[in-house]
């Protein structure tokens, strides 16, 4: 499908019912404030979006980076890297650094990234593709009975999964989008360790439902990379997962923007709920010494 922007025609190809497009017609070494503008309308309405055939220098792709906001380090990975804001990832045979758990960046943090821009510079002949699952979709295909649970809920977040389980952030279930004005679920079982408001073993099984409910096929685009492709996607209102199945290596580049403030749904509407003094209280402590930190006084 071609669509007109302010830079002329590009070649526009959905790849999925539920999110994705792969986009021909543009160079991103070449880019400046006008394409990134159209592109960013373009990710406003796909959340993920495929350059091929982009073979951008660390030079130029933390260039292209900028056209959307302020760059930042991994806060959590330390990869010794030239460039902090720009960073490489090896994986050989299933072995290194394998994002296989379905997340949104850094949940973990009070300001989780807004987007990523990644450089496919070295993939396997097979396997090794990357899913997106679209969590505006996540949300309104909830029943309203549980869309409105949700909205009134909270969630502990937590970066056990790099080391640091004391790096701890608490977001909204459900999160507006600020510029598309949306809503979105927003947990995710990487990061996302308790539902604030419930008792421990509720909220194991609301986040159980959630977080596979949140990957459900029907909300998923799969993605087969080739070198040289570069993606990007709204951390907003996507997760995504990379799968483990390849021989070979497998090498990305990645620069990511800074991150903005979850907006909730709605205030949350019950206070946090610990129910200390049991043998079960072990459940709470970890959310306890959030609350005691960082918590409201």
């Avoid at 949300?139 to 009134?152: A, H, K, R, T």
């Avoid at 951390?235 to 995504?240: A, D, L, W």
Wanted: charged share 25%.
């Amino acid at each position: 499908m071609a669509a007109s922007t302010d830079i002329g025609v590009l070649d526009v190809n959905r790849l999925s019912g539920s999110l994705g497009a792969e986009i021909r017609g543009i160079s991103l070494e070449q880019a400046g404030p006008a394409e990134a503008d159209a592109i960013r309308s373009l990710l406003l309405e796909h959340q993920v979006l495929f350059f091929p055939e982009q073979h951008l220098t660390p030079d130029q792709h933390i260039a292209f980076g900028r056209l959307f906001g302020e760059l930042e380090a991994h806060p959590n990975l330390s990869l010794g890297a030239e460039r902090p804001e720009f960073f490489e990832l090896k994986a050989e045979g299933g072995a290194g650094a394998i994002a296989d758990e379905w997340h949104s960046d850094l949940t973990c943090q009070a300001q989780p990234s807004v987007m990523a821009i990644l450089h496919m510079k070295k993939c396997p002949p097979f396997g090794g593709d990357t899913l997106w699952a679209n969590q505006y979709k996540a949300y309104e295909e909830l029943s309203p009975p549980l869309q409105d649970f949700c909205q009134g809920l909270t969630a502990l977040h937590d970066a056990h999964a790099h080391g640091k389980p004391e790096t701890m952030a608490v977001h909204p279930v459900v999160r507006v989008h600020p510029v598309t004005g949306r809503k979105s679920l927003f947990v995710n079982e990487h990061f996302t360790r308790r539902i604030v408001e419930l008792a421990h073993p509720e909220s194991d099984a609301l986040l159980q439902f959630l977080t596979r409910w949140a990957s459900n096929p029907r909300f998923t685009v799969r993605y087969r990379w080739s070198e040289g492709t570069i993606a990007m996607w709204d951390n907003r209102c996507t997760q995504h997962y990379v799968l483990n199945d390849f021989e070979g290596e497998r090498v990305i580049q990645r620069v990511t923007v800074m991150g903005d403030e979850p907006e909730p749904a709605s205030p949350p509407r019950w206070k946090p709920y610990i129910k200390p003094f049991s043998a079960a209280s072990r459940h709470d402590r970890q959310l306890k010494a959030y609350l005691d930190g960082k918590g409201p006084g």
